[in-house]
């Protein structure tokens, strides 16, 4: 059977690599030159999208679709929850209750109630949703599973968008875990170190940080003096013997923070200093409320793949486990007293936001966890 434009790689064209071959090899399809230019023809003729940039809300822990937008009205109690669900501005759809400012922007947005990522696994789950595989993820078993992890999609993004003066993928909160254990494929994967995300963090006291140049506390000035000497000496012999690959990485990251840190247009793009306070009171002063402004001036500032991970790293009652929106048996209580309205405060102020500074149509804006 031919498969025409369902594989991935695609060419310039639209065709995939593989059709063309088919199509190449297989005589008795009868496929003229003529056939093949049309089919170039049309492909030259699609839509191309507008987004120039990719904002994604990683929810990490998986949300209840259940008791988000996906509600169930007519399921007995058994099934759907204490919660009901409310009309929308778009007719005959409906959302959970505890959203009615998303409700209002309906018009705005879509939501895909088939995604889902296949495993039950938060880890599995999570390498495929970052990855679209689950090629090397690590489940609670701590096996990794065949083949080596790809790519997350900023990191294919910051390979093709790369190069410009700020770091092109930019994750806001720390690095994913399920207990102690990192969630594999939030990195570069094949493309290399060099295409891992730049890391900032919120903190409502001490504001942006960037984890990269934080020293530790007991950290002197006289250590650092004698770390900068012996660092400066491996990279000496890095360079003697042509470590080509591992420098370029290292340097890559030191050019970055020197930008981030020196930059004037880097420091108002992370300084929400900038913003007038009723601006940051209506996205929520909560930790993910402040990050969705960080991550919309990034946007603004033209950084092409911002993530944001709603996770323990960024908003949660504790510091272990797997935070976010991992509720269990605490599902209620905490959707009703705090991601809830968390959720449609800061969402809803995200997309008014970015649709007042007409950054709505250039902006790809993804919300979803590891489960769909």
């Known amino acids: 059977m031919l498969s025409l434009g369902r594989l991935r790689s695609r060419t310039c064209q639209g065709l995939t690599r593989r059709a063309v071959l088919q199509i190449g090899a297989s005589s008795v399809l009868g496929l003229s030159l003529a056939d093949l230019l049309r089919f170039r023809a049309e492909a030259g003729e699609r839509a191309v999208g507008t987004a120039k940039s990719v904002l994604l809300l990683w929810m990490w822990g998986g949300p209840s679709h259940l008791d988000t937008w996906d509600p169930k009205p007519n399921a007995s109690l058994d099934y759907r929850g204490p919660f009901g669900s409310i009309p929308t501005k778009t007719p005959g759809f409906r959302i959970g209750e505890l959203f009615p400012k998303i409700a209002k922007l309906s018009n705005r947005f879509a939501i895909l109630r088939s995604l889902h990522t296949g495993s039950s696994d938060h880890g599995v789950a999570g390498t495929i949703g970052l990855t679209g595989s689950a090629a090397g993820g690590v489940g609670l078993d701590?096996?990794?599973?065949?083949?080596?992890?790809?790519?997350?999609?900023?990191?294919?993004?910051?390979?093709?968008?790369?190069?410009?003066?700020?770091?092109?993928?930019?994750?806001?909160?720390?690095?994913?875990?399920?207990?102690?254990?990192?969630?594999?494929?939030?990195?570069?994967?094949?493309?290399?170190?060099?295409?891992?995300?730049?890391?900032l963090e919120y903190d409502p006291v001490h504001g942006t940080r960037i984890p990269a140049l934080q020293l530790p506390d007991d950290l002197t000035p006289e250590r650092l003096a004698d770390r900068q000497r012996l660092l400066e000496a491996f990279d000496q012999l890095e360079r003697q013997t042509d470590a080509a690959r591992s420098s370029q990485v290292i340097d890559d990251y030191r050019a970055q923070a020197f930008a981030m840190l020196t930059s004037p247009d880097a420091r108002k793009m992370y300084d929400l200093a900038q913003e007038k306070p009723a601006l940051l009171d209506r996205y929520g002063r909560t930790r993910v409320g402040q990050s969705l402004v960080l991550a919309r001036r990034l946007i603004e500032h033209n950084v092409p793949f911002v993530q944001v991970n709603w996770s323990d790293h960024v908003e949660a009652e504790e510091d272990s486990g797997d935070g976010g929106w991992d509720h269990h048996y605490r599902n209620f209580q905490i959707m009703q007293d705090r991601h809830g309205p968390w959720m449609d405060q800061a969402f809803s102020a995200l997309i008014e936001d970015l649709s007042d500074r007409g950054l709505l149509e250039s902006t790809l804006v993804v919300a979803m966890g590891e489960f769909g």
Do not use: C, W
């Not at 910051?158 to 990195?187: N, S, T």
């Open 142 to 199: 701590g096996k990794p599973l065949p083949n080596a992890v790809r790519a997350t999609t900023g990191s294919v993004v910051a390979r093709v968008r790369g190069g410009a003066k700020l770091p092109p993928f930019i994750v806001v909160g720390g690095r994913l875990h399920q207990g102690k254990k990192a969630i594999v494929g939030e990195g570069g994967g094949p493309l290399g170190g060099m295409y891992d995300p730049f890391r």
